[in-house]
């Protein structure tokens, strides 16, 4: 029985893992079809010398970094303020936004920028993609704060207050030194969901701020391509480092 | 204004900004008349979602229904076991629940092109069953409804595992040692105590699997190939080529309101939060 359980178990592990483990192994084939014929860089060589995924790479890196500095502020003060006193209304909010269909969100958002920009001047772009990014990444940091929030002594700030320190200077100078393993971990996944988000970027997105999802997607959509491979299997593992490196700082 | 209050209005400024407004703006372009070059136009209507009713349309969204029903339950027939194995597995618990979240972070685009690259008529499966001479021509694994389960399977299972392994885990083991004291063999005891403890883990999952899988546009794109058209499919599609705003807005409203709809259904029965 426990055999059984276990092998059940393997196969699904098999079923998570083994495509993606296919794709990295093959983007070091030396062929183009499907056949294995060799270890070769070639395609990560194709992939590194392909212009328009370094500027996809780029803008990618951009929106990442700069939407996860403000959800990551925005996120940590709001699961704050919840640790303090529950809110039906923002945990609400926020649970919603996790599961609200991301082409809503993404048609939404593009409805209502299409109506912001009736103003001359305003056009979609780097700006607009991080701003739906924030949207999405507060919840995720919200969460994974609050958790650690949960485990935490509340009569250590009360302390500091005791001892004269004001409110904020008891959430900066107490609480956010002991909860910064995960807030960290928090910002990790906040640039994680950001840098691997299609759907609702390609609704925001204008000219200039074409996304790495977005070549990798237009890219999938031609068919297969072993350059693919190469550029998913560095995707794959560089945000694969992030998540672990995120668990770790959440488990310290 | 005390600190503590004042910690929650950024977020709260974020998400009546960018969520709610938009979404405001999505239902009152609903009611409005498609405009002659794109966007919208007075008069206030119905039509938007009287079309809804279309046969047309009724079927995707009945087939976005039933794609994302077999979906769960495949999820929970893969998942339950493996939430199991996991809960009962002792010190190795944390390594093994890992293993099932890494997937769940990492790209969920590349994911879905890795089937695109095992499944197409070039792809592994095609080119080793040619080559081993079991079949002649290669089968046509790609864009069609199972290719479309299949994708959502792989994406949404850790939805299902997550919560299935948090009951099982919390279950209070003595009971299962009471029923084996009583003379329980491990199957009944299974059937009489852990399967009924572990429902609102269950209910948890499916709805969690549930939610994301009708709403997928992702996966029937790139896997169902404009064949397997579904709910989210279409609301793209109004958006972009067919040009006809306030359609597509009240397609959004309307998987809107099912996902609603669960979730507040889900919420009554369960007392618990996660934030």
Known sequence: MKRALGLYAACVYAFLHVPLAVLAVFSF????????????????RAAAANPQLAEAAWNSLVIGFVSTVISTSVGTLAAYGLWKRRSRF?????????????????????????????VPGLQLGMHTVVAAHVTFSIAFVAVVVLARLRTLDATLEEAAMDLGAPPWQGFFRVTVPLIRPAIVAAALLAFTVSFDDYVITSMVAGVDSETLPMVIYAIARRGANPELNAVSTIVVTALGALVLLSERLRQA | MRFERLCRWPALAVLAVLFVAPMGIIAAYSLLTRG??????????????????????????LRS???AAVSTALCLILGYPLAFFISRSGRRKHFYLFLVILPFWSSFLIRTYAWMFLLRDTGLFNTVLLALGWIREPLPLLYNDAAVILGLVYGFLPFMVLPLFATLERMDRTLLEAAADLGARPLESFRRITLPL????????????????????????????????MVANLVQTQFTAARDWPFGAAVSLTLMAIVMLLLFGAAKKSSEDLL
């Open chain 1, 29 to 44: 084939n030396s062929s183009r079809f499907t056949r294995w014929e060799g270890f070769s860089l070639n395609w990560y």
């Open chain 1, 90 to 118: 923002l945990a609400g909010s926020l649970y919603l936004t996790l599961l609200t269909p991301e082409i809503v969100t993404g048609v939404s958002l593009l409805v209502f920028f299409q109506w912001l920009f009736r």
């Open chain 2, 36 to 61: 002659a070059y794109g966007g919208v136009e007075l008069p206030w209507t119905l039509d938007n979602y009287i079309r809804l009713c279309d046969p047309l349309y009724g079927a995707i969204l």
């Open chain 2, 65 to 67: 229904l039933w794609i």
């Open chain 2, 198 to 229: 572990s429902f609102p883990g269950i209910r948890a999952g499916a709805i969690l699997v549930f939610i994301p899988c009708l709403g997928a546009y992702l996966t029937p794109d790139l896997l169902g190939g404009g064949k397997s058209v």
